[in-house]
T-cell receptor, first 116, second 113 residues
Framework: GAVVSQHPSWVICKSGTSVKIECRSL??????MFWYRQFPKQSLMLMAT?????????EQGVEKDKFLINHASLTLSTLTVTSAHPEDSSFYIC????????????FGPGTRLTVT | QKEVEQNSGPLSVPEGAIASLNCTYS??????FFWYRQYSGKSPELIMS????GDKEDGRFTAQLNKASQYVSLLIRDSQPSDSATYLC?????????????FGPGTSLSVIP
Protein backbone atom coordinates (compact mmCIF):
# COMPACT_ATOMS: atom_id res chain seq x y z
CA GLY A 1 0.00 0.00 0.00
CA ALA A 2 0.84 3.74 0.07
CA VAL A 3 1.94 4.00 -3.54
CA VAL A 4 2.60 7.39 -5.07
CA SER A 5 3.30 7.85 -8.76
CA GLN A 6 4.84 10.76 -10.59
CA HIS A 7 4.80 11.64 -14.25
CA PRO A 8 6.95 12.20 -16.16
CA SER A 9 9.97 10.51 -14.64
CA TRP A 10 12.27 12.78 -16.61
CA VAL A 11 11.81 15.72 -18.89
CA ILE A 12 14.03 17.97 -20.98
CA CYS A 13 12.68 21.35 -21.95
CA LYS A 14 13.95 24.54 -23.49
CA SER A 15 14.53 27.68 -21.48
CA GLY A 16 11.41 29.81 -21.27
CA THR A 17 8.91 26.98 -21.60
CA SER A 18 6.66 25.54 -18.91
CA VAL A 19 6.63 22.01 -17.57
CA LYS A 20 3.87 20.25 -15.64
CA ILE A 21 4.60 17.39 -13.25
CA GLU A 22 1.81 15.17 -11.93
CA CYS A 23 1.74 13.41 -8.58
CA ARG A 24 -0.88 10.78 -7.84
CA SER A 25 -1.66 8.69 -4.79
CA LEU A 26 -2.72 5.35 -6.22
CA UNK A 27 -4.19 3.45 -3.30
CA UNK A 28 -5.12 6.07 -0.73
CA UNK A 29 -6.64 9.49 -0.46
CA UNK A 30 -3.95 12.06 0.18
CA UNK A 31 -5.16 14.87 2.38
CA UNK A 32 -1.80 16.57 2.07
CA MET A 33 0.80 16.55 -0.65
CA PHE A 34 4.27 17.97 -0.53
CA TRP A 35 6.66 19.09 -3.24
CA TYR A 36 10.41 18.91 -2.77
CA ARG A 37 13.42 19.80 -4.85
CA GLN A 38 16.76 18.10 -4.50
CA PHE A 39 20.03 19.19 -6.08
CA PRO A 40 22.88 16.68 -6.48
CA LYS A 41 24.52 15.65 -3.21
CA GLN A 42 22.10 17.82 -1.23
CA SER A 43 19.17 17.05 1.00
CA LEU A 44 15.50 17.53 0.27
CA MET A 45 14.25 21.08 0.15
CA LEU A 46 10.55 21.50 0.85
CA MET A 47 9.03 23.82 -1.71
CA ALA A 48 5.37 23.79 -0.74
CA THR A 49 2.64 21.97 1.10
CA UNK A 50 -0.79 21.58 -0.42
CA UNK A 51 -4.08 20.39 0.98
CA UNK A 52 -6.87 19.27 -1.28
CA UNK A 53 -9.06 22.17 -2.32
CA UNK A 54 -6.85 24.79 -0.68
CA UNK A 55 -4.10 27.07 -1.87
CA UNK A 56 -0.61 25.72 -1.40
CA UNK A 57 1.61 27.01 1.38
CA UNK A 58 4.99 27.91 -0.06
CA GLU A 59 8.26 27.89 1.81
CA GLN A 60 10.23 31.06 2.17
CA GLY A 61 12.19 31.84 -0.96
CA VAL A 62 10.02 29.74 -3.29
CA GLU A 63 8.32 31.85 -5.96
CA LYS A 64 4.60 31.18 -6.04
CA ASP A 65 4.20 32.53 -9.56
CA LYS A 66 6.99 30.40 -10.90
CA PHE A 67 6.07 27.12 -9.23
CA LEU A 68 2.32 26.70 -9.58
CA ILE A 69 0.78 23.99 -7.45
CA ASN A 70 -2.71 22.65 -7.84
CA HIS A 71 -4.25 20.00 -5.59
CA ALA A 72 -7.55 19.46 -7.31
CA SER A 73 -8.49 16.12 -5.76
CA LEU A 74 -7.49 13.75 -2.98
CA THR A 75 -5.40 11.74 -5.41
CA LEU A 76 -3.81 14.32 -7.68
CA SER A 77 -1.50 17.28 -7.28
CA THR A 78 0.39 19.05 -10.05
CA LEU A 79 3.47 21.25 -10.06
CA THR A 80 3.97 23.55 -13.04
CA VAL A 81 7.37 25.14 -13.49
CA THR A 82 6.67 28.25 -15.52
CA SER A 83 9.23 29.96 -17.74
CA ALA A 84 11.84 27.39 -16.78
CA HIS A 85 15.51 28.33 -16.75
CA PRO A 86 18.63 26.17 -16.52
CA GLU A 87 18.93 26.89 -12.79
CA ASP A 88 15.55 25.16 -12.32
CA SER A 89 17.12 21.90 -13.44
CA SER A 90 16.76 19.56 -10.49
CA PHE A 91 15.13 16.43 -9.12
CA TYR A 92 11.54 17.22 -8.15
CA ILE A 93 9.88 14.81 -5.76
CA CYS A 94 6.34 14.78 -4.44
CA UNK A 95 5.10 13.02 -1.37
CA UNK A 96 1.68 12.36 0.05
CA UNK A 97 0.22 11.85 3.45
CA UNK A 98 -3.21 10.71 4.60
CA UNK A 99 -2.64 11.25 8.29
CA UNK A 100 -1.79 14.87 8.90
CA UNK A 101 -1.20 14.34 12.58
CA UNK A 102 1.27 11.53 12.01
CA UNK A 103 3.15 13.25 9.17
CA UNK A 104 4.17 9.97 7.56
CA UNK A 105 4.96 10.79 3.98
CA UNK A 106 5.16 8.45 1.03
CA PHE A 107 7.26 9.63 -1.85
CA GLY A 108 6.78 9.40 -5.56
CA PRO A 109 9.71 8.22 -7.69
CA GLY A 110 10.68 11.78 -8.63
CA THR A 111 10.98 13.76 -11.85
CA ARG A 112 14.33 14.78 -13.20
CA LEU A 113 14.00 18.12 -14.98
CA THR A 114 16.69 19.40 -17.31
CA VAL A 115 16.29 22.85 -18.80
CA THR A 116 18.50 23.56 -21.79
CA GLN B 1 15.56 28.51 12.84
CA LYS B 2 14.42 25.01 13.65
CA GLU B 3 16.91 22.39 12.49
CA VAL B 4 17.57 18.71 12.13
CA GLU B 5 21.22 17.68 12.20
CA GLN B 6 22.97 14.52 11.13
CA ASN B 7 26.56 13.53 10.55
CA SER B 8 27.03 13.60 6.80
CA GLY B 9 29.38 10.65 6.84
CA PRO B 10 30.28 8.65 4.96
CA LEU B 11 29.85 5.98 7.59
CA SER B 12 31.52 2.74 6.61
CA VAL B 13 30.76 -0.56 8.33
CA PRO B 14 31.69 -4.13 7.41
CA GLU B 15 29.00 -6.51 6.30
CA GLY B 16 27.26 -8.11 9.26
CA ALA B 17 28.10 -5.28 11.67
CA ILE B 18 25.73 -2.86 13.37
CA ALA B 19 25.39 0.55 11.74
CA SER B 20 24.43 3.39 14.08
CA LEU B 21 22.96 6.57 12.64
CA ASN B 22 22.29 9.60 14.79
CA CYS B 23 20.08 12.67 14.55
CA THR B 24 19.44 15.68 16.76
CA TYR B 25 16.70 18.23 16.43
CA SER B 26 16.12 21.69 17.81
CA UNK B 27 12.32 21.91 18.26
CA UNK B 28 11.43 20.72 21.77
CA UNK B 29 7.75 20.25 20.93
CA UNK B 30 8.34 17.85 18.03
CA UNK B 31 6.31 14.68 18.45
CA UNK B 32 6.85 12.68 15.25
CA PHE B 33 10.14 11.30 13.99
CA PHE B 34 10.98 9.38 10.86
CA TRP B 35 13.84 7.62 9.15
CA TYR B 36 13.96 7.44 5.39
CA ARG B 37 16.39 5.60 3.13
CA GLN B 38 17.40 7.12 -0.19
CA TYR B 39 19.39 5.28 -2.80
CA SER B 40 21.42 7.37 -5.23
CA GLY B 41 19.18 8.85 -7.91
CA LYS B 42 16.00 7.59 -6.25
CA SER B 43 13.38 9.12 -4.01
CA PRO B 44 13.25 8.50 -0.24
CA GLU B 45 11.57 5.45 1.21
CA LEU B 46 10.05 5.43 4.69
CA ILE B 47 11.77 2.91 6.95
CA MET B 48 10.59 3.73 10.45
CA SER B 49 8.43 6.16 12.34
CA UNK B 50 8.62 6.66 16.10
CA UNK B 51 6.52 8.81 18.38
CA UNK B 52 7.30 7.70 21.95
CA UNK B 53 10.48 7.63 23.96
CA GLY B 54 12.32 4.34 23.87
CA ASP B 55 13.04 1.75 21.23
CA LYS B 56 10.98 0.57 18.29
CA GLU B 57 12.10 -2.49 16.38
CA ASP B 58 11.17 -3.59 12.87
CA GLY B 59 13.19 -6.46 11.49
CA ARG B 60 16.85 -5.47 11.38
CA PHE B 61 16.03 -1.85 12.14
CA THR B 62 15.66 -0.27 15.58
CA ALA B 63 14.74 3.36 16.09
CA GLN B 64 15.55 4.97 19.42
CA LEU B 65 14.01 8.21 20.67
CA ASN B 66 14.99 10.39 23.61
CA LYS B 67 12.89 13.54 23.61
CA ALA B 68 14.62 14.98 26.68
CA SER B 69 17.92 14.90 24.81
CA GLN B 70 16.25 15.78 21.49
CA TYR B 71 17.93 12.79 19.94
CA VAL B 72 16.77 10.03 17.65
CA SER B 73 18.87 7.20 16.25
CA LEU B 74 18.59 4.29 13.86
CA LEU B 75 20.41 1.01 14.35
CA ILE B 76 20.78 -1.42 11.48
CA ARG B 77 21.75 -4.91 12.60
CA ASP B 78 23.49 -7.43 10.37
CA SER B 79 24.24 -4.71 7.83
CA GLN B 80 24.13 -5.78 4.21
CA PRO B 81 25.68 -4.17 1.13
CA SER B 82 22.13 -3.43 -0.02
CA ASP B 83 21.79 -1.13 3.01
CA SER B 84 24.34 1.22 1.42
CA ALA B 85 22.37 4.43 0.93
CA THR B 86 21.77 7.84 2.42
CA TYR B 87 19.60 7.83 5.53
CA LEU B 88 17.45 10.87 6.18
CA CYS B 89 16.11 11.81 9.59
CA UNK B 90 12.86 13.77 9.52
CA UNK B 91 11.07 15.59 12.33
CA UNK B 92 7.75 17.37 12.50
CA UNK B 93 7.91 21.08 13.19
CA UNK B 94 5.03 23.18 14.41
CA UNK B 95 4.97 26.50 12.64
CA UNK B 96 2.65 29.34 13.62
CA UNK B 97 0.07 28.56 10.99
CA UNK B 98 0.70 24.97 9.97
CA UNK B 99 2.76 21.90 10.72
CA UNK B 100 5.37 20.36 8.49
CA UNK B 101 8.21 17.90 8.44
CA UNK B 102 11.80 18.95 7.90
CA PHE B 103 14.60 16.66 6.82
CA GLY B 104 18.15 16.47 7.98
CA PRO B 105 21.00 16.55 5.47
CA GLY B 106 21.33 12.77 5.56
CA THR B 107 24.07 10.33 6.52
CA SER B 108 25.72 8.32 3.78
CA LEU B 109 26.19 4.68 4.80
CA SER B 110 28.51 2.31 3.02
CA VAL B 111 28.45 -1.40 3.94
CA ILE B 112 31.65 -3.08 2.88
CA PRO B 113 31.36 -6.74 1.77
Amino acid sequence: GAVVSQHPSWVICKSGTSVKIECRSLDFQATTMFWYRQFPKQSLMLMATSNEGSKATYEQGVEKDKFLINHASLTLSTLTVTSAHPEDSSFYICSASWAAAAYEQYFGPGTRLTVT
Amino acid sequence: QKEVEQNSGPLSVPEGAIASLNCTYSDRVSQSFFWYRQYSGKSPELIMSIYSNGDKEDGRFTAQLNKASQYVSLLIRDSQPSDSATYLCAVNIEETSYDKVIFGPGTSLSVIP
